[in-house]
């Protein structure tokens, strides 16, 4: 079993920046693929980055550029930033982790993501 907690969200002006973080009960990293998705009030939740395998990056268009995924193995901790942050980007934000074998997803809570003036 794997527990996902995300944290970081909240409300940022269009420009500003976040970083949210999301922690696993467990060392997961470096076996399950992980990566970012959200989900706007009215839309499919759709992915935003993820960790490719070999540990390569991949970044839904809209937020190329503007996000950075990372990890720190030793913290169990994966992490987005996001930068030069548009009102379309207000979503909940989910972190997942899926099985490489069985494809089983796990997903947080999810932390809200609100960009306004």
């Known amino acids: 079993q794997v527990q996902l907690v995300e944290s970081g969200g909240g409300l940022v002006q269009p420009g500003g920046s976040l970083r949210l973080a999301c922690a696993a009960s467990?060392?997961?990293?470096?076996?399950?693929?992980m990566g970012w998705y959200r989900q706007a009030p009215g839309k499919q939740r759709e992915l935003v980055a993820t960790f490719t395998d070999g540990g390569s990056t991949n970044y839904a268009d809209s937020v190329k550029g503007r996000s950075t995924i990372s990890r720190d193995n030793a913290k169990n901790t994966m992490y987005l930033q996001m930068n030069s942050l548009k009102p379309e980007d207000t979503a909940v934000y989910y972190c997942?982790?899926?099985?490489?074998?069985?494809?089983?997803?796990?997903w947080g809570q999810g932390t809200q993501v609100t960009v306004s003036s």
């Open positions: 467990r060392n997961i990293f470096s076996f399950y693929a």
């Open positions: 997942n982790a899926r099985h490489p074998f069985t494809s089983q997803d796990y």
